[in-house]
T-cell receptor, first 112, second 112 residues
Framework: SQTIHQWPATLVQPVGSPLSLECTVEGTSNPNLYWYRQAAGRGLQLLFYSVGIGQISSEVPQNLSASRPQDRQFILSSKKLLLSDSGFYLC???????????FGPGTRLTVL | QKEVEQNSGPLSVPEGAIASLNCTYSDRGSQSFFWYRQYSGKSPELIMFIYSNGDKEDGRFTAQLNKASQYVSLLIRDSQPSDSATYLCAVNHNSGNTPLVFGKGTRLSVIA
């Protein structure tokens, strides 16, 4: 069966500090991978998605970036965090072509 | 711009009643439709998916799809306080690897 991991689970960072969130998927190969952000009380905002190693599509221009160094690894980064980067960051995967999308447990980021 | 619309709620129903959650979508070419449940502070989890017009039942849940009217609904029979959550509708055009488009969710409160 497939499993998706995210870490850390919670993170408190000062404004201007760097960020690295990691997501890995087990039990499948060549998944589509996604990063979402959910601000408090708000809907899901798609940040990035990837259909293969090194292939990243950005949905929203901002100070975040994503990388996919391995087939089942997806990393979300920032060089300098802003207060507005606070939120619940969710990684997800699917097999594409309208298949079900599965979410990881999420990382709650607070920027102070 | 593909859009998915949901009433944000809160929708309050008494325990044991039927909860009806609705979702409309803008892209007539959409092929796959999903309902997710998200408890506060947790990641979304799949309840069910539907691809064809009509009803699909799974336990206390029934998804209804009407492609001509471009709406999809979720009925929850015998609602329980544990059903209190935000319900997200998601739609996929199914053309290659395009990401799901999520609605902002409807918050359901089941009152004991």
């Amino acid at each position: 069966s497939q499993t998706i991991h995210q870490w850390p689970a919670t993170l408190v960072q000062p404004v201007g500090s760097p960020l690295s969130l990691e997501c890995t998927v087990e039990g499948t190969s060549n998944p589509n991978l996604y990063w979402y952000r959910q601000a408090a009380g708000r809907g899901l905002q798609l940040l990035f998605y990837s259909v293969g190693i090194g292939q990243i599509s950005s949905e929203v221009p901002q100070n975040l970036s994503a990388s996919r160094p391995q087939d089942r690894q997806f990393i979300l980064s920032s060089k300098k965090l802003l207060l507005s980067d606070s939120g619940f960051y969710l990684c997800a995967w699917d097999r594409g072509r309208g298949d079900t999308q599965y979410f990881g447990p999420g990382t709650r980021l607070t920027v102070l | 711009q593909k859009e998915v619309e949901q009433n944000s709620g809160p929708l309050s129903v008494p325990e044991g009643a039927i909860a009806s959650l609705n979702c409309t979508y803008s892209d007539r070419g959409s092929q796959s439709f999903f309902w997710y449940r998200q408890y506060s502070g947790k990641s979304p989890e799949l309840i069910m998916f539907i691809y064809s017009n009509g009803d699909k039942e799974d336990g206390r849940f029934t998804a209804q799809l009407n492609k001509a009217s471009q709406y999809v609904s979720l009925l929850i029979r015998d609602s329980q306080p544990s059903d209190s959550a935000t319900y997200l509708c998601a739609v996929n055009h199914n053309s290659g690897n395009t990401p799901l488009v999520f609605g902002k969710g409807t918050r359901l409160s089941v009152i004991a």
